[in-house]
């Protein structure tokens, strides 16, 4: 089993899905291809890369940058006014609670846990209730991993907090999913129930509480009906302190994680995980530096547009990202050539992700074999990520 801030970012992905459309019962596929991680896990590796290095890292300047790193992640109000105009945010919304993983997993004492999950929050959610989840996510995380019993935790936190941890699941399920189908009538008050600090933690904290492995608390968090990544990054935090990751899991969540933040997790938890493959290609979460070299297109106009769509379908964007169509309808040299000087681009600019995708093909002309064989050389290098459909040839 593994403890580690892992169990956050599995929450994340397994909930992202799930966050607009809630599940009817908690016996779903856990991860699909739709997929992916949010700002909660972009975030939690922000609090996380401050925690390695508190002396030299400022908690404001790590969230702005890897805010920045990923434009897309799906930020809250609040957060992208932090990243426009500087820290000062007010936020009352669990934004603060989301991140703050790393906070119970290295900290040395509870009141070390307390003050350092307030310094988390106070760039973007400085409320008193913001703060306040942070802080009861951090110490529940602290107390897990520092072997106390769930009794333990839930008096420590009803004392320290004033939260009321005692009522059952199904009655707190029941509050959300009336809460969600009041959006249209009441958006507000709507809204506060299902995000806000206070409510939003009590939800995990309450789904923690309930389940009894780290499968099933990740699953009651997301079949509660809330925000489901929010509320799964947050309970899967905590039951990855209480009860370990199962090394399957991980295994199968690696793919959607960039090398860039699989360095923060392994940094944190004490592993070695390396990318097994790419990041669904559905996903809008890629960063700034990800390049996407897409086959088998035609230079027919026609053509070569239908393919460039079928990878912006697939969340590339052709005008922010780097995208490179290999096209078929010339002579074999021609194609060798470009394979070449993206051969030497990739070498040049070693930062970079680089995504082998098939997309396109069909419309090309070309075969999945084909296009592999030409390809060959990028399956020995670790930041160039292919999809399964090409790995498995």
Partial sequence: MIKGIIGSVIGDIAGSSREHTPVKTPRFQLLTKQSTITDDTVLTMAV??????????????SLKRWGEEYPHAGY?????????????????????????????????SIEECMDLAAQSAMPSHGSEQAIKAAQAVATTIFLARTGKSKNE?????????????HRPYNLVREEVHAARAMREVDYRTSHERIVGAEPATQDALIAF???????????LAIYMGGDADTEAAIAGGMAAAYYGVPEEIVIEALVYIPSDMLKVINAVD??????????????????????????????????????????????????YNHGYAIGVDRPIEDVIAEIEVLKLKHEAYPHLRWHLHEVGLEM??????????????ALDHE???????????
């Fill in 48 to 61: 996380a890369e401050w925690m390695l290095d508190r002396s030299g890292v400022d908690v404001a300047d």
């Fill in 76 to 108: 809250g109000s609040s957060f992208k006014s932090f990243l426009e105009m500087g820290p000062g945010g007010m936020s009352t919304h669990n934004g603060a609670a989301m991140r703050v993983s790393s906070v119970g997993f290295l900290a040395s």
């Fill in 153 to 165: 935790i839930r008096e420590f936190i009803e004392n320290a907090f004033g939260y009321d941890l």
């Fill in 209 to 219: 509480l309930t389940g009894n492995s780290y499968e099933e608390v990740v699953r």
């Fill in 270 to 319: 004490g592993t070695d995980w390396r990318p097994t493959g790419l990041i669904p290609p559905r996903s809008d979460r890629w960063s700034r530096h990800e390049v996407v070299i897409y086959g088998g297109c035609s230079y027919d106009a026609d053509i070569f547009e239908k393919a460039g769509h079928l990878t912006r379908k697939s969340r590339f964007h052709r005008h």
């Fill in 364 to 377: 090309g002309g070309w075969t999945v074999e084909q296009f592999r064989e030409l390809f060959s050389w």
């Fill in 383 to 393: 930041n160039i990520l292919v999809t399964p459909t090409l790995k498995e040839m």
